[in-house]
């Protein structure tokens, strides 16, 4: 059986209408976009904050290590120079390092001076004083050379074996022990010279006495 066209039309597929999305539904992905860029940005952000602290932490770290040890150095040193060079360069050291640092470096200016006024006074006293207040102090090697001359021009001055001898019996290792021990050497020779000289003379004084004596004698 045919069907008739009637049946046919009411059989005919009617078109379906095109969904058309809501503005909702358009807006979504853009929302998401825009939430997944802010989530970059933001994570991005803590990221390189986080890099600059720690490169603020190992900095500040460093300074501090590098300021302990020239601390540590200073403190050690008897060099004024080399504790006023850290105050020049750690002005924002701790309080309580400058303090120690000016502390020291007034300590070392005052034997400076004093080793100055030691120097320039041209005293063994005022040498050895400053040799004894201040022991390992870097003067202290100049000092006792200035002793040293100072004890040989003395023992020259008296140009005696006993004045040469108190300066070799003071001074082993003295720069002038050689030159003191030959000037005691010729001295001793001189005396042994002068004794045999004067026992010389003795000799023939008493020969001469005895001769004298002699002639008398037969005179009377």
Request: avoid cysteine; proline fraction near 4%; aromatic fraction near 8%.
């Amino acid at each position: 059986m045919v069907p008739s066209t009637q049946d046919t039309q009411n059989t005919q597929i009617t078109p379906s209408n095109p969904v058309i999305p809501t503005e909702v539904e358009l807006k979504q992905p853009k929302k998401k976009s825009r939430k997944a860029l802010w989530s970059a940005v933001i994570i991005g952000f803590v990221l390189a904050l986080i890099i600059v602290m720690l490169g603020i932490y190992y900095a500040q770290k460093t300074q501090m290590e590098n300021e302990l040890r020239a601390y540590d150095n200073a403190m050690m040193s008897a060099e004024p120079a080399v504790l006023q060079n850290f105050l020049d360069m750690y002005i924002d050291a701790p309080v309580a390092h400058r303090d120690s640092i000016k502390a020291h470096l007034q300590v070392l200016m005052k034997i400076d001076r004093d080793w100055e006024n030691a120097r320039a006074s041209l005293s063994k006293s005022a040498l050895q004083l400053f040799i004894d207040r201040n022991p390992d102090n870097v003067h202290v090697r100049e000092a006792r050379q200035m002793i040293d001359s100072l004890d040989f021009e003395t023992a020259k001055m008296g140009d005696s074996m006993e004045s040469y001898k108190k300066y070799m019996e003071e001074h082993e290792q003295g720069y002038y022990y050689d030159e003191a021990k030959n000037a005691y050497d010729r001295l001793e020779e001189e005396m042994v010279r002068a004794a045999q000289l004067k026992a010389e003379q003795d000799s023939i004084n008493k020969a001469a006495e005895a001769a004298a004596a002699a002639i008398i004698e037969e005179i009377n």
